[in-house]
């Protein structure tokens, strides 16, 4: 169990990252906006911040507008609707549309929407535009169809993430309920150990009850055994998950 969680958090760490990777400060605990920004010699007064979303640095204006949602500086929407309009770097103008989510700005919302539909855009970002909404409760019909493709087609990084995505989704409907089953059972006998591992986990938290059969077949044919190991844990919880 140890390995794999620590495999799946690593796996989610490089392929949801939306931004430049942030080092760990204070015995582990993140910077705040407010720090990184100044390390970057940006003050944190409004018009600093303001005037830091058309900075040259894509990471100071992605970060300017994190700040300025979590300051919920509402009198600088204008600023950040036309940062996200002129950004042409993917992820920071991915961050920059969460920051107006946070805001309430339908134009956020709808920006990550159209990430997950966007089938040229790289898996990462569209599987962060998914999470980021799952994040405010939107089950979106758009985004979950995108996670599903990168299940299906994506790298092996995708294929984990769009499992341990699917089982957030709550208000499907019957036709995508079955989707995300069908697609999650035939990730959990692709070619690579780390996706069937996390195909298993997802199937354990999705709650099937046709995903004990799907698993205990899995088990009967897997040949590693770290990863049988792990599928019969998730066998387990899901067992006990049905019993509740």
């Not at 760990?24 to 944190?44: M, S, V, W, Y």
């Not at 920051?99 to 920006?111: C, H, N, R, V, W």
């Amino acid at each position: 169990m140890f390995l794999y969680e620590s495999f799946v958090t690593l796996i989610l760490a490089v392929a949801l990252v939306g931004s430049q990777p942030i080092s760990q400060d204070n015995g582990g605990a993140l910077p705040t906006f407010g720090e990184l920004l100044k390390r970057h010699n940006i003050q944190l007064t409004l018009p600093a911040l303001v005037d830091a979303l058309r900075n040259a640095d894509p990471e100071v204006r992605d970060l300017a507008a994190q700040k300025l949602a979590e300051d919920r500086a509402n009198e600088a929407i204008p600023a950040i609707k036309q940062a996200l309009a002129s950004e042409k770097v993917p992820w920071a103008r991915m961050n920059i549309a969460f920051a107006l989510a946070q805001m309430g700005e339908s134009i956020g919302f709808d920006t990550l929407e159209d990430n997950c539909n966007n089938g040229g855009t790289s898996g990462p970002i569209r599987a962060r535009s998914a999470e980021y909404l799952l994040r405010f409760g939107r089950d979106s019909t758009t985004c979950l169809s995108g996670v599903l493709d990168l299940l299906k087609g994506g790298s092996n990084g995708d294929r984990m993430v769009a499992a341990e995505l699917l089982p957030r989704y709550h208000k499907l409907s019957k036709e995508d309920s079955e989707k995300v089953f069908t697609g999650l059972v035939e990730a959990l006998h692709a070619p690579d150990p780390a996706v069937r591992m996390a195909a298993g986990r997802a199937l354990a938290d999705f709650g099937d009850t046709r995903g004990i059969a799907e698993l205990g077949r899995a088990i009967e044919g897997e040949q590693e055994q770290v990863v049988r190991s792990q599928l019969e844990e998730d066998l387990k919880m899901l067992r006990n998950k049905l019993r509740q």
